[in-house]
């Protein structure tokens, strides 16, 4: 079983819809970080999250980790094509500079 | 400012054969770690290098061995490929201390034949 599970496994929106993933662990997590990916291609950073109730934004996308720092949550705000690709949340689980990934969502934008 | 270099971008391998698959930090980092990302998953740890000493691994075999170089390059190996191996090796810099997540490579996509 994952140690970190992503929901959805793939998600298609129509272009200005706001959207929303998920990322879960039964552990407390020292830190939550997202990435993007595009195919095949090299894992680009978005956020970090290493506080209970931490929620950051940059532009359109917002990202969130609860009380319990076991639960994440990245927003897209008005989706457009350019946020199109895996997105991919990474845990710390042992403050030990060590990421534990989830499977990935894949995100299409529809035109 | 160059960040994660790695070489080569695409590689195809036979079953049986050794590979070699380099990476250069982003400048100011010093220690790097080696993931692999089969299709389809998200990216899983092999090993961490930092001051030239494996510090910490994943749950991979001995087929897979590391180096870490005085400039704090760094090169994967794999040997006695399988065509489980097959996958995008993904390398990742970040500097000791204060640790804000990694910076990666784009990569090398690797095929066993």
């Known amino acids: 079983s994952q140690e970190l599970e992503q929901s959805p496994q793939s998600l298609i929106v129509q272009e200005g819809k706001n959207l929303t993933i998920n990322c879960t662990s039964s552990k407390t997590l020292y830190g939550l970080y997202w990435y993007k990916q595009k195919y095949g291609e090299g894992l680009i950073f978005l956020m970090m999250?290493?506080?209970?109730?931490e929620e950051k934004s940059h532009e359109k996308i917002t990202a969130k980790l609860d009380e319990k720092k076991q639960q994440s949550s990245l927003h897209i705000t008005a989706s457009q094509p350019s946020h199109a690709g895996i997105y991919l949340c990474g845990a710390d689980m042992s403050g030990a500079q060590k990421l534990v990934f989830g499977q990935g969502t894949r995100l299409t934008i529809n035109p | 400012d160059a960040g994660v270099t790695q070489s080569p971008t695409h590689l195809i391998k036979t079953r049986g054969q050794q590979v070699t698959l380099r990476c250069s930090p982003k400048?100011?980092?010093?220690?790097v770690s080696w993931y692999q990302q089969a299709l389809g998953q998200g990216p899983q740890f092999i090993f961490q290098y930092y001051e030239e000493e494996e510090r910490q691994r994943g749950n991979f075999p001995d087929r897979f061995s590391g180096h870490q170089f005085p400039n704090y390059s760094s090169e994967l190996n794999v040997n006695a490929l399988l065509l489980g191996d097959s996958a995008l090796y993904l390398c990742?810099?970040?500097?000791?201390?204060?640790?804000?997540?990694?910076?990666f490579g784009s990569g090398t996509r690797l095929t066993v034949v």
């Open positions: 400048s100011g980092h010093d220690t």
């Open positions: 990742a810099s970040s500097p000791a201390g204060v640790w804000y997540g990694y910076t």
């Open positions: 999250l290493q506080k209970g109730g």
